[in-house]
């Protein structure tokens, strides 16, 4: 089974940038759909960003235009370049696959944006 395993995340300031970078086991490559979610405190976790077929990218409005989703397929990995973060965008990041790509959840990354 695949696994996900999100190290980094960290506290930066309003206006701030941030890059996250979900370690994926296995072949990259065999897992089509992947996104990046996130859950705030309070609330449900939610998708922030996805990518399928390495290629078509979909994001949630609130942080389109701030956000992009990438893959690294040579590190294995799928990253989330944060920029302009507000402090709305704090909460623990997770990465999985999407639909029946989907794997056992891990631990997540805090990122908390605040002065």
């Known amino acids: 089974q695949v696994q996900f395993v999100e190290p980094g995340g960290g506290l930066v300031q309003p206006g701030g940038s941030l890059r996250l970078s979900c370690v994926v086991s296995?072949?990259?490559?065999?897992?089509?759909?992947m996104g990046w979610y996130r859950q705030a405190p309070g609330k449900q976790r939610e998708v922030v960003a996805t990518i399928a077929g390495g290629r078509v990218r979909h994001y949630t409005d609130s942080v389109k235009g701030r956000f992009t989703i990438s893959i690294d397929n040579a590190k294995n990995t799928v990253n989330l370049q944060m920029n302009s973060l507000k402090p709305e965008d704090t909460g623990v990041y997770f990465c999985?696959?999407?639909?029946?790509?989907?794997?056992?959840w891990g631990q997540g990354t805090q990122v908390t944006v605040s002065s």
């Open positions: 296995g072949s990259i490559s065999n897992v089509a759909a």
């Open positions: 999985n696959g999407i639909g029946s790509y989907r794997s056992d």
